[in-house]
């Protein structure tokens, strides 16, 4: 695995080179919007969001969501990687700056019970069957 650094407007971040075309972010909730916004100032046209993909880690108490972006001219995966508690899972929506996440940010509301703050999403079951509407299908608890 190979660093290497990505210069944003107002700070640099470290970028980990997990296989060939595939960079890595790790990135705390409260930084997310902001590292989103400089990326997608820069990016926009040049990138698209490709999905946003959550893993459940039970044994650890988290969930991690990865937001995936194709970066067109690099020819490369950027992965922008935050944690989020499972007992309290919230993140900040980006969909107002990536549009495209609003839908990927409601499927995983819907599957995974993880609350997307500022998001459009109805309350539940655009992604699931109604009888499941109180429920979290993919959580693994």
Sequence with gaps: MTSSKLQLKSRVVEVSEHEPRRLVVEVNSS???????????????????SLISVIDFVDEGMF???????????RKLLIIRVK???NSPKL????????AASV?????QDLFGIVFEDNLCPKESLFKPFDL????PLRKD
């Design 104 to 108: 990927y940010e409601c499927e995983a």
């Design 64 to 74: 991690r969501v990865d937001y995936v972006f194709w970066l067109v001219e690099e």
């Design 92 to 99: 900040p929506s980006i969909a107002d700056i990536v549009p």
């Design 133 to 136: 509407s109180r429920q979290a």
């Design 84 to 86: 989020v508690p499972r």
């Design 31 to 49: 930084e997310l919007r902001e590292i989103v916004k400089e990326f997608w100032k820069g990016y926009r046209g040049k990138a698209y969001l």
